[in-house]
Nanobody, 121 residues
Framework: VHLKESGGGVVQAGGSLRLSCTVS????????MSWVRQVLGEGRERVST????????YYADSVKGRFTISRDNAKNTLYLQMNSLQPNDTALYYC???????????????WGQGTQVTVSA
């Protein structure tokens, strides 16, 4: 199983970025996927989640109306379109696969290595 994020960078407040997460090693279309961000020294925040077929999504209140999650199951790729970025969106953004093991206490079982998003004021 391999997940690799891309698309991070430095952007001014009000700008946009599109993150991608390309996966391999598993049947992408069977798994819900999420974007999770973490600021150094702080806890992780689940930003957005999309179900396996892309028909349902969740957004944290902090990004609702600004971020859009999507997926292309034919391309094994997850996306996060981020608009109206603010300095407090600065974080390392990870994509993560939902843990489907019965009885697992974990929400995710595999993560990418992350892509840094930095928003300057």
């Amino acid at each position: 199983v391999h997940l690799k994020e891309s698309g991070g960078g430095v952007v001014q407040a009000g700008g946009s970025l599109r993150l991608s997460c390309t996966v391999s090693g598993f049947t992408f279309s069977k798994y819900g996927m999420s974007w999770v961000r973490q600021v150094l020294g702080e806890g992780r925040e689940r930003v957005s989640t999309i179900n396996a077929d892309g028909s349902s999504s969740y957004y944290a209140d902090s990004v609702k109306g600004r971020f859009t999650i999507s997926r292309d199951n034919a391309k094994n790729t997850l996306y996060l379109q981020m608009n109206s970025l603010q300095p407090n969106d600065t974080a390392l953004y990870y994509c993560a696969r939902r843990d489907l093991r019965p009885g697992t206490p974990f929400e995710f079982d595999f993560w990418g290595q992350g892509t840094q998003v930095t928003v300057s004021a």
